[in-house]
């Protein structure tokens, strides 16, 4: 499952509202904010406005920090509300409410922003200048000056995000059954005839042509307001939020990304190997990219889908840990305290009483809600709950130790002002989430009674790793790429006539994925994924995928363990839970680095502990590699 990224609350403020300030979960779409009025809530800025920059003091940066954190806990905890709201009690009204805090919401931050500006240049204190450079960072999509503009921006970003909500497959001539992206998505994830997955993948594919000039729109407008804030495009704009200088963290990523190319390189081998038995040499050749609609994805960003046509040794035993749930007669709310006895084994606190009272564990049966799992904290003071529609099965009981890690960031950082109450960069939420996850080994399944025996051979370990891998490293270089397209478009390099060409040109490089059929620039298969027509940041999940291992090595060494990184667990230790809970605590109040140095030791984030968890894995591929055509 591709899980919702988490955004900074001032970033969920941005023209699409994307998700909600406090919460963290499964992708989903979501309805476009419109664009602000004068109306509600005025931010601070006004006395900048009419002052020039030698008059401003520290003092004043210091105090108006303060009126912005005082005023944007109020108006989140408004936002939230209404989001929760809107979640778990799907009607008219509850959208249209929250679209008009979101409006209040995104003026305010509009103006504070700008506000920001009066104090460039000052010797600030630590704190005020982080909450400050914070403050104008955490926009996705900020808005120009010019009144007409942004609401022509407010108005291309809404029918982008429309196009693909709306977005339908109708057969080749229209006239057929139509179906969504859900049920095309179930054609390539289940289908293995070559010629319903290429109806399925073109299918969806065509959705997205509407979009590109209103992209193209987009581009330029936001770049606008960019400028506005005193960056160049939005790409530096997205890349200044890392502590770092916006090209030394392209180099950044390009460096992580050559940490795992030589494991992903081994498994795209492999995979192709095993494809072409399935599907013939002719459409799946030996040395060339794999053909995009084959690899159970309808972006081919993660295969486990295909999991069976690969699978090294069938036959092996499984591990059905569902069919222990229900004999034993896990309920949602059992699920769910397992899953908290996990956090409080490594002597983290309880979950509050309110937890439990709030939270949606089950699928109401009066009425239409978002059952995508998500974490909250509604009023940022420590109002947790998850929203779900648990079912007794071994996924959801992984997604529930995974939104519960978002619940306990927030649990430790509330005390914080409010622009402190964040990850530490947008990759550190979903990487504790997805870390504590790693844990649940089978040897942990068998410690609270979920398996009765953990049969130990290489067969099922390499069937195990090979699962995984599927997933988390197969999506890296899509992570990757991602914004590299992005900010290319932004920044000019790559101009609009050749969207298209573009992107596939950066699929085939990092993915060695090419397009089923030919492409033309009356294409747009950017669009065809969420994150693009909707503006979301993507460079956080190849992050997060980085990131998750080595907090996981860090806390099994805090743990005391010395066996294989792939059988650590580190429920029940109290020293791995220290270890955790010191970078909890700090939330966004430091640079990254020194929170991964809290938790790790280390100041640079570092893939050597991905490669030693799937070491095992990478030998066996090496050895069925050998005599093949890699590459591509």
Known sequence: MTRKPFLHPLLRTALVAVALPAFLGCAQDSQATRETSAAGESAPQASAQASTPAQATPDEAKQFAEKV??????????????????????????????????????????????????????????????????????????????????????ATAAKLEGLYGKGKYCGKDGKGKCRDLGELSDVIADSRNYDELLDA??????????????????????????????????????????????????????????????????????VRGRLAKQYGEAKVPAGKPIPAHLLGNMWAQEWNNIYPLVEPFPGQASLDVNAELKKQGYDPMRMVKLGEKFFTSLGLKE??????????????????????????????????????????TE???????????????????????VLYQAGANDGFHEAIGDALTLSITPAYLQQVGLLKSVPKNDKNLINLQLKDALEKVAFLPFGLLVDQWRWEVFSGRVQPADYNKSWWTLREKYQGVAAPVARTEEDFDPGAKYHVPANVPYTRYFLARILQFQFHKSMCEAAGYKGPLHECSIYGNKEAGKRLQAMLEMGASKPWPD??????????????????????????????????????
């Open 351 to 392: 979950l509050p009483q309110t937890f439990f009272e709030r939270s949606q564990f089950t699928k109401p049966k009066d009425r239409e809600v978002v059952c995508h799992a998500s974490a909250w904290d509604v009023t940022y003071e420590n109002d947790l709950r998850i929203k779900m529609c648990i079912k007794p």
């Open 201 to 270: 993948w073109q299918g969806w594919h065509q959705v997205s042509r509407p979009m590109r000039p209103l992209y193209q729109r987009l581009v330029s407008i936001s770049n606008e307001g960019a400028k506005d804030i005193g960056v160049d495009d939005l790409g530096t704009l997205w890349r200044s939020a890392y502590d770092m200088p916006p090209a030394e963290f392209e180099k950044e990523a390009q460096r992580l990304w050559g940490q795992v190319k030589p494991l992903y390189d081994e498994l795209h081998c492999y």
């Open 69 to 154: 954190n005082a005023d944007l806990k109020r108006l989140w905890t408004k936002q939230a509300t209404a989001e929760w709201i809107k979640n778990t009690y799907i009607t008219d009204d509850t959208e249209r409410n929250a679209a008009y805090v979101n409006e209040e919401v995104l003026g305010y931050v509009n103006g504070a922003i700008k506000g920001a500006r009066r104090f460039d240049g000052l010797q600030l204190d630590a704190d005020t200048a982080r909450m400050l450079h914070l403050l104008k960072v955490s926009q996705s999509l900020p808005a120009p000056s010019d009144a007409q503009k942004r609401a022509e921006l407010a």
């Open 595 to 632: 929170a991964l140095q809290a938790m790790t030791g280390t100041r640079q984030m570092d893939a050597t502990p991905l490669l030693d968890y799937f070491s095992p894995l990478r030998t066996w591929l090496q050895a069925q590699n050998k005599g093949q055509k890699c590459g591509w």
């Open 395 to 417: 996924e959801d009981l992984i997604t529930i130790h995974h939104e519960l890690g978002h619940n306990y960031y927030y649990t430790y950082y509330y005390n914080l002002p």
